[in-house]
């Protein structure tokens, strides 16, 4: 069984900094490609940044400057640092993540169950 969990999600004014954290746990041999998204109350689910297992990454346009992805293999455990934050930010933070469980396993796409991000004064 694998699980992601996130954490590090809040309360926090505009201008300021959130780290988020994604960790795939359980019965976890690699972890490939992973995704941040973000869905906000009546908008549609919308990709933040992706990273591959050799760290290449890419972003929406809405964070780009702001946001840094990172990831730690031996820790199977990605970062989002978001910094200058704006209130269009807020929204529920999910995790996504291609895991195999075991060796030649096949890899299989996984969630977090989101963590809320407020930016608000």
């Known amino acids: 069984q694998v699980q992601l969990v996130e954490s590090g999600g809040g309360l926090v004014q505009p201008g300021g900094s959130l780290r988020l954290s994604c960790t795939a746990s359980g019965t976890v041999f690699s972890v490939g490609t992973m995704n941040w998204y973000r869905q906000a109350p009546g908008k549609q689910r919308e990709l933040v940044a992706v990273?591959?297992?050799?760290?290449?990454?890419d972003y929406a346009d809405s964070v780009k400057g702001r946001f840094t992805i990172s990831r730690d293999n031996a820790k199977n455990t990605m970062y989002l640092q978001m910094s200058s934050l704006k209130p269009e930010d807020t929204a529920v933070y999910s995790c996504?993540?291609?895991?195999?469980?075991?060796?030649?396993?096949?890899?299989?796409?996984?969630w977090g169950q989101g963590t809320q991000v407020t930016v608000s004064s």
């Open positions: 990273i591959a297992r050799e760290g290449g990454s």
């Open positions: 996504n993540a291609e895991v195999a469980a075991h060796y030649r396993g096949n890899y299989l796409w996984y």
